[in-house]
C-alpha cells in the first residue's frame, strides 16, 4: 500500500498499567484548550450533530479532503478475512486499539457497545472495525479474548483485526497512525484515530478518542450519528440515545457549573459534597449498597483515591440507601475518602443520574467534565485522571 502522509495526531497511552505514568504526560500535552479552541466550531458539526458533540469528538468533517481510505487484509477476532470490500455499502468507524489495553481502550470498547444500542435497527448498516495495534499480541485468539472481556464478543457490527506484525506496521503507517514500541516492556502507545468512512469506502470525517470518550452516552451517540450521517439519503435518520441529557445546558451536563452542595456524611458527624472540597478535581461517585456493580467498583475507586491523594478527591455518593448496609459495605472494602447521604435521591436527580453506579467529574472551578455511567475500573479511572489533573511537581 502507498503510505500516506501522517497526520499531526496527538499519541496516547492504550496499553497496559505500567504505561500509565508516560501516558499521562502524552495525553496532557494532547489535550485541547479550556476554552475548546482546537474543537470544531459548530458550523463543522454533520446535520445530526450538535456543536457542542462535535466537540466532544473532536469531529472534522474532511470535505473536499476526503479521500479513499487505505485497504488491508486482515483476520477479525472470529477468524474471518476482513477487507474494505467486505464492509462496502455499510459506513465503517475504524480505529485502532491495543489487544492488551486495559484502559483507554476499554473506555472506547463501551462506547461502541452503547453506540450500537442507539443505532437501533440502522445497526445493520454500520461495521465497527479496529486494528490491532500490538504487534506483540497479533493472534487471533488475542483480539478475541480482548473483546470477550470487555463487552463486545457478542456484537455482530464489532471487528477486531488483526495479522503478523509487518502487516499491522503497513496498515498504521498507510492511516498515518503513530504506534510507539517498547520492546522490553512489550507495551504500545498509540494514535486514538477515528475515521468515519462512508459505504464507498471514502473517509469523510476524523475524529478522535480519549478522555473525553468516558462520558460514554454522548460520545456514543455522535458516533452512532456521525456514521449514519454518511449512509445514503434515504436511510438517515435521528438515532436513539441521551446525548442530550449528558451535553445540555441544564445545569449538570458537560461543561455546565452545577450548584455545590453539601450532604450529611455517611459517617460520623458533619458534611461532604463539592461544597467542602478544596479546589482539587473532584470525583462524585453515585453508589448504593443494593447495586452490585457499585460495592465491587469501592477497592478500586479506593486504591485511585490512595494515588490521587493531594491532587483529586473522591466523594462517594450513597443514594436512597440504608446507611447501615451502606457502612458494612464501605467497611468491608476498606473506604476512607469521604462518604454522603443522598436519602431520597434529591442530588442524583439534580444530575439526572441515570443509573447506578455513576461517576461525575468536576474540576477545580466546579464544571462538569466527565459523565460516566457504570462502573470504572481503577486502570481507567487513573487513566483519565492522569489526563486531567497536572503532576505533582518536585
Known sequence: MTRRRPRTWPIVAAATVVLIGFAAVLVAAARQSPDGANAPSAAAAA?????????LLQLDPLGDAATKAPGYRLTDQRGNRIT?????????????????CQDLCTLLAQDVALAEHDLGSAASRIAFVSINANPYHPAVSDVASWSNSHGLGGDTNWYFGTADPATLA???RAYGVPIELDAAQQTVVHGTEIFFIDPSGVERALGQFGTDSASTAPFAHTMAQEAVDLLPTSQRGTVAGSAAVDLSADGTGVGAKPKPFSLPALNGSGRAGPATASGHYVVLNFWASTCTACVGELADLQKVSNEFAGRAELIGIDVSDDPDAARAATRQAGTSYPLAVDA?????GRYRISGLPYTVILDPTGHVVIRHPGAFTAEQLEYVLDSLVPPVTK
Open 47 to 55: 446535520p445530526g450533530i450538535s456543536g457542542a458533540a462535535a466537540s
Open 84 to 100: 474494505p470490500a467486505v464492509f462496502h455499502g455499510r459506513s465503517v468507524v475504524l480505529t485502532f486499539n491495543d489487544d492488551e
Open 170 to 172: 503497513t496498515v498504521a
Open 344 to 348: 431520597n435521591g434529591s442530588v442524583a
